[in-house]
């Protein structure tokens, strides 16, 4: 942690707005941006006015991804571009590229010595690795299904599920998940998580959890609830349950799978979940604290590893999105959908002490 905590050169929280009323101008520069052929890097940051995402590497390096495209429409001219800082917050690479705005954002995942493309389409095309100086490495794609290992990443899931194999540099889908899987998560142990849905509606959602292509346990989630998404990390895995059109509650093993509890409140009141099943983040710290919330929402932490009890975090914005990478909070505030207008707060923000001080990220020159 000590090389994440010299990350960033950060600024404490200013209540001002990020607009600075210069709309017209912006407008122009956008329009420029995204018609660009060969865009540069911080022209598109520029325009993008926060990232898209943030992925982080074990030895604290993030890589940001920008994302700028076509206002009018979901169609035209589209730019995207990433940045690689290093444990001191300096830019060592960048790059931006012109695209078109049906292709979408580019996503990344934090891995070690460096960062995951996740690939775009279908398959595992379009997949590969930057280390974290921003040179492009290469991975193995193979049909052939994998046992999974401690390390391995989930890329995609649930349709094609892929996993990363950091040893052998592979992209390959894991050995024995069951067909009626239809939400997975793949904890740092190798250990796959998958929620299973029934034949028949007279039979329950279970949860299962295998490694090394053999199954180890389940669980039956219980009635009137169905799955909604899992998460899983040292031991603990949990899953939302879901009733209808909404969260109504979280499953949760402490011990591998040994022992489930119900949480039905503890603090979050999931009837303020308003956005639908669809929009639900739920992460877990690597402390074993559960993070519960839903984009441009409220989020919820728990007090501690049992995750029986929460409080909501206070945010120095609407988060558009919240990702936590160890035990760091990296939420990022932006609009909702393309505009030539900053939105007020826009930017970076972080949290290394649960969500009690937050700081905007700034870059070091």
């Not at 999105?321 to 505009?339: E, F, P, Q, R």
Request: glycine share 14%; charged share 20%.
């Amino acid at each position: 942690m000590a090389a994440a905590s010299a990350a960033l050169a950060l600024t404490a929280c200013n209540p001002s707005g990020s607009d600075d009323g210069r709309s017209g101008s912006r407008e122009a520069e956008y329009k420029r941006v995204i018609e660009d052929p060969q865009p540069a890097p911080a022209g598109v940051i520029e325009a993008a006015g926060a990232p898209g995402g943030v992925a982080r590497a074990d030895d604290g390096s993030l890589l940001l991804s920008y994302y700028v495209g076509n206002v009018e429409d979901d169609e035209g001219p589209a730019a995207s571009a990433w940045r690689i800082l290093d444990p001191d917050g300096r830019t060592v690479a960048e790059h931006a590229e012109h695209t078109d705005a049906e292709a979408g954002p580019t996503a990344y995942k934090g891995i070690r010595g460096g960062f995951m493309r996740v690939p775009p389409g279908v398959g595992a095309e379009g997949a590969y690795v930057l280390d974290v100086h921003g040179k492009q490495h290469k991975v193995i794609i193979t049909e052939v299904a994998l046992r999974t290992r401690p390390g391995d990443i989930l890329l995609v899931a649930p349709e094609p599920v892929l996993v990363y194999h950091p040893a052998t540099g592979t992209v390959a889908r894991p050995a024995g998940v069951p067909e009626n899987a239809i939400r997975l998560a793949v904890d740092e142990r190798g250990t796959v998580w998958s929620l299973n849905q029934p034949v028949s509606d007279e039979e329950p959602y279970r949860v299962v959890w295998q490694r090394g292509g053999r199954t180890i346990g389940h669980t039956v989630v219980p009635k009137p609830y169905t799955g909604g998404i899992l998460a899983a990390r040292g031991g603990t895995a949990a899953l939302s349950l879901t009733q209808g059109q909404g969260t109504q509650g979280l499953l949760v093993t402490t011990d591998g799978g040994g022992h489930w509890q119900r949480v039905l409140g503890g603090g979050i009141p999931f009837s303020a979940l308003q956005r639908g099943p669809q929009s639900l983040v739920m992460e877990l710290l690597a402390d074993g604290r559960l993070l519960v919330g839903e984009e441009g929402g409220r989020y919820w932490l728990a007090g501690d590893h049992t995750n029986g009890l929460f409080h909501e975090l206070k945010t120095p914005a609407k988060f558009t999105s919240l990702t936590v990478y160890g035990t760091t909070l990296y939420g990022i505030a932006d609009s909702a959908t393309a505009t030539y207008d900053l939105v007020k707060h826009e930017g970076l923000w972080i949290s290394r002490d649960g969500g009690r001080e937050w700081r905007r990220y700034q870059q070091r020159r």
